[in-house]
């Protein structure tokens, strides 16, 4: 099992910037894959970035790509999603998720882009 503790998030104005951070049980270089989704109202949850290949291979949504990043920490067993020109239409749960045998979840956190 792998266990994800969530931190971050919170209420922004458009155009500013926030990072999630998720502390996974074991080394990310040992999942399959690491990474964020979200779930607006009333949507379905989609991949927002990821990672993968024992750390090595990034994958990030369209909508976010060049305004959203992922870095680990030095133990590399957190990720972080920094969130940099945030738009209102980011706004949703974001869900920690760790793929290892199975799938983990995250207990969310609210991102609010609003002015």
């Known amino acids: 099992q792998v266990q994800l503790v969530e931190s971050g998030g919170g209420l922004v104005q458009p155009g500013e910037s926030l990072t999630l951070s998720c502390e996974a049980s074991k080394p990310i270089m040992n999942l399959y894959t690491m990474g964020w989704y979200r779930q607006a109202p009333g949507k379905q949850r989609e991949l927002v970035a990821e990672i993968g290949g024992g750390g090595t291979r990034m994958n990030y949504a369209d909508s976010v790509k060049g305004r959203f990043t992922l870095s680990t920490n030095g133990t590399r067993n957190t990720l972080y999603l920094q969130m940099s020109s945030l738009k209102p239409d980011d706004t949703a749960v974001y869900y920690c998720?760790?793929?290892?045998?199975?799938?983990?979840w995250g207990q969310g956190t609210q991102v609010t882009v609003s002015s």
């Open positions: 998720n760790a793929h290892y045998f199975g799938m983990y």
